[in-house]
């Protein structure tokens, strides 16, 4: 990885299809012709990670040193808000890319729990000499929890609809996708302390597994080639509450959703033609 006290991170690496085998074996999706058709949408997340040393891990599993973006403070927590994704070309395996990683900006507000940390981290892939991947994350950091997140409790089950995609969540799942990214972060696969010092009813689904769900739902439609993607992160997903998605053709565009069982939506996408 690059200098990150130049606030610009760098990482190249050769790119093995073992990593993209094995999301599609997590989620039961196919695996195109990664050398040539190159990755789905999204996919590019478990490739050319950060991979901190242990000692600059937190106390929540996160960095808090010599990483991009660096946590405003300590003892607050970081959630992944949404984002922005184009794609501007392939991503093939079987060669190198080049992932460039910076801070855009960072917004401070005052919100009902206390400060909030609005930051968007810029993400540009290259493989070929070209940008394939052109990316923007929103990251908030928010205090430390005061009480326990409610939960959707006795609410009715929502039957699973013909056009919609039940995704089973469990703590292995959730374990796995984890490992996949090299993600830390303790909410997701240790539940006491998701329990007894973040104040949630259970593991918690990641931001990103959701997102890819969504970018999924839409490839099992047969929607394929050149795209850009905007998501939003919701409401929190635990993982009693499983995972249903679901992927609307609308003209111009392509609506994605994610909701639990119970009916409460937790994400949101849209997907357009690149140049849309």
């Given amino acids: 990885m690059g200098n990150t006290e130049t606030g610009v991170a760098t990482r190249t690496e050769f790119l093995l299809p073992g990593p993209a ?5 997590l989620l039961g999706v196919p695996v195109p012709d990664l050398a040539g058709e190159g990755l789905p949408l999204l996919w590019h997340w478990i490739y050319l990670l950060d991979r901190p040393a242990q000692r600059d891990l937190g106390v929540d599993g996160h ?3 010599n990483a991009v973006p660096a946590p405003p403070g300590p003892g607050r927590r970081r959630m992944w808000a949404g984002g922005r ?9 079987g060669e190198e890319a080049t992932k460039h990683t910076q801070v855009l900006s960072v917004r401070e507000k005052n919100g009902r729990s206390g400060p909030l940390t609005f930051v968007v981290v810029g993400h540009r892939i290259e493989q070929r000499g070209q940008v394939v991947v052109d ?12 009480g326990p997140s409610t939960s959707d409790g006795d609410a009715p089950v929502v039957p699973v609809a013909a056009d919609e995609w039940s995704i089973e969540v469990s703590p292995t799942l959730l374990f796995r996708f984890s490992a996949l990214t090299y993600n830390a972060h303790r909410i997701h696969y240790d539940r006491d302390y998701a329990r007894d010092v973040e104040g949630y009813p259970g593991l918690l689904t990641h931001g990103p597994l959701q997102a890819i769900a969504m970018a999924e739902a839409v490839r099992r439609n047969g929607i394929a080639g050149g795209r850009r993607f905007e998501y ?3 409401a929190p997903l635990f993982d009693h509450q499983g995972l249903v998605v679901k992927a609307t053709p609308e003209a111009g565009s392509v609506q994605t959703a994610v909701r639990n069982r119970y009916g409460r939506q937790t994400a ?7 140049d849309g």
């Fill in 21 to 25: 085998e094995a999301l599609g074996s």
């Fill in 63 to 65: 960095p808090v040193r």
């Fill in 85 to 93: 994704v184009r794609t501007l070309g392939p991503l093939r395996c």
């Fill in 135 to 146: 990316e923007e994350q929103d990251i908030v950091y928010r205090p430390s929890a005061t």
């Fill in 232 to 234: 939003r992160l919701t």
């Fill in 268 to 274: 949101a996408g849209t997907l357009w033609p690149l």
